[in-house]
């Protein structure tokens, strides 16, 4: 067994050097009091922290997410709290400015100090800064902050109740536990989602701090650098040959005087200075200064996304210089590298290699097409202020060990913490992000739009300088689904798109594009692009919307099918040019289970299991949840019984423990199929170039989308995608409705490669039904190519006793290399329903090998389907593959396994067991 692979430390991207008289009192060294009045509670709060998390610690509610915690605890949701400190450490010198900075606040506060309002607030994405001078200087005693925060679900339930208030159609908004988020700045999953708990939490869920600034002193609250190539325009592709623009910019807190100058200093990652110089054009407003200079292209080694090439960092800092000077700076690490959302039309020459019409959908490093392979990303937890960066770095690994490339920071939950982009810098995972909008439309009146300024701005400034940022889009599913919700109720009626736009084009896209020019943006994660760019006019986006050409192809797909009986149907999945979001719902493992529920609710009956599954019918207020949870639950026991043999075991543990698996089978072998076939649409005419499967990771114990769970143990699912998202891959397509089948190798490599195919048929007993077929091939860069065409009916065998097995040797290069490597992979074509053939004890033996630390697993007796090793409770590992196939002439297959948490001393390695489809028929 490994270690888990050492990541360089996330380095915190942003330092500030302090001059001389400069004070930073962070409000976390505090001593913080939580009270609610009405409950008589009054405990130890923290910063950064939240309500829930403060009363768990104290002992005065039990464990948020055991059992039922989501409904039993929502009288904490629906109660104001305060947050009190005696604001130590001042310095009461009278000739000093003070300020309040809070980088968030999580909601609806009202803040005073020294029994004196200072200010309320609305938005959780926010950063807010209070100029409190004169507060303090009328203080008598120490100056006591206090921070009064309000219920969000009560306060935007009076908000949709204010008189003139907008309302929209019936289902346009997304509806889960708690009604009218849309009304409010703050993670809308918080008030419930159909993977996630609704604790709509509160607290200063960020950093914040106290400064006190001399008359001329300066403090940095925020910056921007943007590194772009000169003439580059947001959302086109621009010149590779250009030389580098640095655009920089500070947010301050303080007065900048007319005189004041920045310089810039480049620096690899062990501090030799590369390149410095002063910027130019400087442009002074009173709370920021810019500017940017030019940086020839030989100078710096360009950032590529993992699998594509190094991800090289460099730091950049940025000094506020005035007579001599610094007064100011900050170092933010970042990159070089060109990222663009290419919508361009399909061009002439695309159309001769049998492209079809219609737009462009893709992404380009530094100018190259990619394959885009991930997941969506979702908050990591309903409690922002305790997802450790230790935890994190657990995922983000998983994710480059699976074999992705880019993640979907999904739209609305929180903007990410800089250290998750800092871990994506360094792995190379790109981080498609959102605007935190989704599955409802929303208010326009200017106050909420102001507020969507302020959070847009200063979130696209914070993260730009990220090279692992990719795209900026301003919401989830607007114009495939809440858009058409809303018109189709109200035909006719222009007013639905008319407020869509005001928001998406002419609040978010400003806000991007007055900021970047390196990163692209689109109001809608999914969507057909746009009609027309125009950087002059105040909306420079024209969408095209359902403006289409039969035989054309535009958009990115999103696409959901519960209807398990065509799973398997290939003409049931849509063709685009990028598949944003698909997945269906399995259970998370016993392991996971028995975190989070008693023993006697280990069973897929119990009440509090089926509670956890939010995966209610589409729309629609959801008062009897009880009978609604068990939508999602049905849909998954169909998909099982259809496809698989069913447990039917004694053991009422052991029984629900191998119905979790059969359900997280199912899930990955639809995401399987879907995935294959997209991939392989990169060399069919939709020219299809990312796959991002919905859900990368699990917010809580519960049945749901997800690959990995929460405490970030792999589902069949992760293993599933590491293995089809594999550089060049095999798979089968079959139309069971006519017979046809046929078998391509996919590659997502930026050259040619080239090997064969073997193709073996055996029974189920093993046996080889007839002499194996060997395929030669060579497929083109991002390319498919056909090794197999037959028609299943006119095979001499029959698919109940009969599966074939396809495995290839490729020889290529990955992009960037110059190293010859060799490819392999392989995959099982078999009937439709595994519950139907002739499955057999396969004789599975399983051996661990302490001096390798690897194990080794064979199918002695007969064909294994879905090999699957098992790790015990308490210890956190994966294997380098899992959910396998293996025939008896594979010998022993030595499978190396990555510890990444250890509660019980090495031990489970003796817990670790081995199954394979066949124990489902087992009593
Ligand atoms: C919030 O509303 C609920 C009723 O929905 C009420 O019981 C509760 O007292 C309210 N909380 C506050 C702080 O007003
Ligand atoms: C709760 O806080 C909100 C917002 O500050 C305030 O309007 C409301 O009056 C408070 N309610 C109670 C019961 O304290
Ligand atoms: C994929 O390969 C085929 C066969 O060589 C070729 O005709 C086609 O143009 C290629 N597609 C692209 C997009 O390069
Ligand atoms: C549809 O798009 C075409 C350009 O492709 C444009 O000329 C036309 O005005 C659009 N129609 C509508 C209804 O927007
Ligand atoms: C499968 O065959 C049916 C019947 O001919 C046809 O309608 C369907 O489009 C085919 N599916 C695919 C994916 O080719
Ligand atoms: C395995 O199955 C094949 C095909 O049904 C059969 O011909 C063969 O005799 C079987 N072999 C054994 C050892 O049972
Ligand atoms: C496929 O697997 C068989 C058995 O392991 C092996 O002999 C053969 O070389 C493989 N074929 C390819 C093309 O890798």
């Known amino acids: 067994m490994r270690p888990l692979h050492q990541l360089q430390t996330a380095t915190i991207a942003i330092f500030c050097t302090a001059a001389a008289a400069k004070r930073a009192i962070d409000l976390s060294t505090l001593e913080w009091t939580l009270s609610s009045p009405v409950y008589n509670i009054s405990v130890p709060g923290r910063v950064p922290s939240q309500v829930h998390l403060d009363l768990y610690r104290e002992g005065i509610i039990p464990d948020p997410y055991f059992g039922l915690g989501d409904f039993e605890l929502r009288w904490v949701t629906l109660t104001n709290w305060t947050y009190n400190a005696k604001l130590d450490g001042l310095d009461t010198s009278t000739n000093l400015s003070t300020w309040l900075l809070f980088d968030g606040l999580d909601t609806f506060t009202s803040i005073e100090l020294c029994g004196e309002y200072v200010a309320s607030t609305n938005n959780q994405f926010r950063q807010y800064y209070f100029d409190v001078s004169s507060v303090l200087g009328s203080c008598s005693g120490p100056p006591n902050l206090s921070i009064n925060f309000g219920s969000a679900v009560n306060i935007t339930a009076d908000i949709a109740n204010e008189p003139g208030q907008e309302t929209w159609p019936d289902w346009v908004e997304g509806l889960f536990e708690f009604p009218n988020r849309q009304f409010v700045r703050k993670g809308q999953s918080d008030f419930g989602w159909d993977w996630g708990p609704a604790f709509a939490p509160a607290g200063i869920w960020k950093p914040a701090y106290a400064i006190q600034l001399p008359s001329a002193g300066i403090y940095i609250r925020n910056s921007l650098l943007d590194i772009y190539r000169q003439g580059q325009l947001n959302n086109l592709p621009p010149d590779q040959a250009a030389p580098w623009i640095l655009n920089a910019s500070l947010d301050i807190l303080g007065a900048i005087s007319s005189t004041a100058t920045l310089a810039i200093e480049i620096m690899d990652m062990s501090n030799n200075t590369i390149t410095s110089g002063d910027l130019q054009n400087i442009s002074t407003t009173s709370t920021s200064v810019g500017g940017s200079i030019t940086v020839e292209g030989e100078a710096c080694q360009l950032w590529w996304p993992a699998g594509l090439g190094p991800q090289n960092l460099y730091y950049f800092k940025i000094s506020l210089v005035d007579g001599g000077k610094t007064l100011a700076s900050v170092t933010k690490r970042s990159g070089f590298r060109t990222i663009v959302l290419n919508m361009t039309p399909i061009s002439t020459p695309q159309l001769s290699q049998g492209i079809a019409p219609g737009n462009n959908w893709h992404f380009e490093i530094n100018g190259h ?119 189709g109720a109200d035909p006719g009626n222009g007013q639905w798109r008319k407020e869509y736009e005001q928001l998406f084009l002419g609040v978010l896209a400003p806000a991007v594009f007055q900021n970047s020019k390196s990163i692209s943006y689109i109001p809608s994660s999914t969507t057909n692009g746009y009609l027309e760019l125009n950087f002059s006019s105040p909306i420079p986006i024209i969408q095209r919307y359902d403006n289409v050409t039969a035989g054309s192809i535009y958009g990115d797909t999103d696409h959901y099918n519960y209807h398990s009986d065509v799973a398997f149907n290939l003409s049931s999945y849509p063709v685009g040019r990028f598949a944003n979001e698909f997945g269906f719902q399995s259970m998370p493992s016993l392991q996971t289970w028995q975190q989070a529920v008693l023993p006697e609710d280990l069973n897929f009956n119990s009440s509090t299991i089926i509670l956890r599954n939010h995966h209610y019918p589409a729309g629609g207020p959801f008062t009897d949840n009880f009978h609604n949870s068990s939508l999602g639950m049905g849909e998954m026991t169909i998909a099982a019984e259809l496809y698989y043999p069913v447990p039917n075991i004694a053991d009422s543990v052991a029984n629900f423990s191998a119905w979790c698996h059969t359900t997280q089978i199912f899930q990955a072998d639809f995401y399987r199929s879907q995935i294959s076939y997209y991939r392989r649409g990169s060399g069919f005419p939709e020219r299809q170039l990312g796959s991002l499967y919905w859900q990368l990771e699990d917010i809580w114990q ?71 077929t060997t395929v030669p091939f060579t497929v083109g860069a991002l390319n498919t190519t056909q090794v197999l065409q037959t028609n299943t009916n006119a095979l001499p065998l029959s698919l109940k006793d009969a599966v074939l097995k396809m495995n290839i040797t490729a020889t ?51 064909v294994a389907a879905w090999v699957w090793l098992d790790i015990p409770a308490g210890t956190l590992a994966n294997f380098d593959e899992n959910a396998f196939w293996l025939v008896p002439s594979d010998g022993k297959r030595e499978i190396g396994v990555t510890v990444k948490d250890d509660s019980i001393g090495g031990k489970w390695v003796k817990g670790v067991t081995v199954r394979s489809l066949w124990n489902n028929t087992l009593s």
């Open 812 to 862: 290529g290069s990955l992009p960037n290399s110059n190293e010859v490597k060799i490819f392999k992979h392989e995959y099982y074509f078999h009937d439709l329903s595994l519950g139907q053939v002739n499955l057999q004890d396969p004789g599975l033996i399983l051996n661990y090998n302490s001096t390798t630390g690897n194990f080794t697993v064979e199918a002695a007796k007969a």
């Open 369 to 487: 097409e990619f394959y885009a392979k991930g997941s969506n990303f979702i908050p990591p937890d309903a409690f922002w202020p305790r997802v450790t960066l230790a935890k994190m770095k657990q995922l983000f690994q998983s994710v480059v060990d699976g074999n992705q490339n880019m993640l979907r920071v999904w739209a609305s939950g929180a903007y990410s913490p800089d250290f998750l982009y800092d871990l994506a810098d360094e792995l190379g995972i790109l981080l498609w992000s959102e605007f935190e909008f989704g599955d409802a439309l929303y208010p326009v009146n200017p106050e909420f739009l102001d507020n969507c300024r302020e959070e847009a701005e200063y979130n696209v400034r914070r993260v730009n300088h990220h090279p692992s940022l990719a795209l900026w889009a301003g919401g989830n599913e607007l114009e495939n689904l809440e858009l058409p919700i809303a018109e």
């Open 702 to 772: 519960a049945p749901t989308w997800a690959g990995v769970e929460y405490d970030g143990r792999w589902k069949v699912l992760h293993y599933v995608a590491k293995d089809i998202y594999q550089p060049v891959i095999i798979a089968s397509y079959w139309n069971y409705t006519t017979g046809d089948l046929t078998a391509y190798v996919t590659s997502d490599l930026w050259s040619t490669a080239s090997g064969s195919a073997t193709l073996t048929w055996y029974s189920y007993n093993g046996t080889i039904l007839a002499a194996p």
